[in-house]
């Protein structure tokens, strides 16, 4: 349990007195929501494993009911000259919007910016989204091309304590499958605090490709770096949360 920060761990035992499992589930669920559902959840299951009568019944209800207090939002990021300015139709971002209304069963809110592409901007607009919004997944469109304005990726690398390099290599093979030209990309992801960013491409078509295939992983993230637990439509996508 060493993962687990010492706060947690301390109120745990001082909350378990007399091996009353069920009340420690609701100090583990309750009391600690600002190291997110996913890891409360997770410590759950470590202490006691997930065969446990507990985790089947109170424990689930007493999750959905957290994620219902818990405020999910998400960040969705236009990254374009020509559309911050009013000169072209953005796309990018309501494509994605209709995706997570889509995959998305967890009740949540969109947290909109359409911005140019400018390195200091976009480095400002992740910060506020993760830092002052409160955003637990912040998903960016545009920018990630070879071209001069190009910025994306390194604004988010600049703003990001780890970096999640494999779901931009798993994006540029899912879209080298259909244009050669998807090498060109440099889309990235990686973690700042208890968000995950991750840039995608600009057209509405490989946004969807390429959230088809990193998605299924995305909600498991989110529980480890401490955010709210997301659910999905498991007839459109399957979250894939490893079993204890």
Known sequence: LEAYPTSVLASISAGSE???????HIVILFRFQDVGVGLAKGLVSEIHGVDHPCDHTLLN??????VMQEKIRVG??????RASRGEYEDRGGPAIREYLTEVLTSEWTGVCRVIADDQSQIQSTLCELCDQEGC??????????????????????AVCEKMMPGF??????TSLEK????????????????????????????????????????PYCVDLIGGPYLETNPTRIVAFRPKK
Do not use: H, W, Y
């Not at 007399?18 to 420690?24: A, E």
């Not at 637990?136 to 690398?157: I, K, Q, S």
């Not at 931009?168 to 093979?173: D, F, S, T």
């Open 18 to 24: 007399g091996d009353d499992v069920v009340g420690l």
């Open 61 to 66: 209800s007493l999750v959905k009911g957290m």
């Open 76 to 81: 969705i990021v236009t990254v374009s000259d």
């Open 136 to 157: 637990c997944l912040v998903v960016t469109t545009g920018g990630t091309g070879p071209a001069a304005r190009d910025m994306t990726p390194e604004a988010t690398e």
């Open 168 to 173: 931009g290599e798993l994006m540029r093979k």
């Open 179 to 218: 244009v050669p030209t998807a090498i060109l990309s440099r889309q990235t992801a990686g973690i700042r605090g208890n968000s995950l960013i991750v840039n995608l491409p600009g057209q509405p078509k490989a946004i969807r490709e390429c959230l088809d295939a990193v998605f299924p992983a995305i």
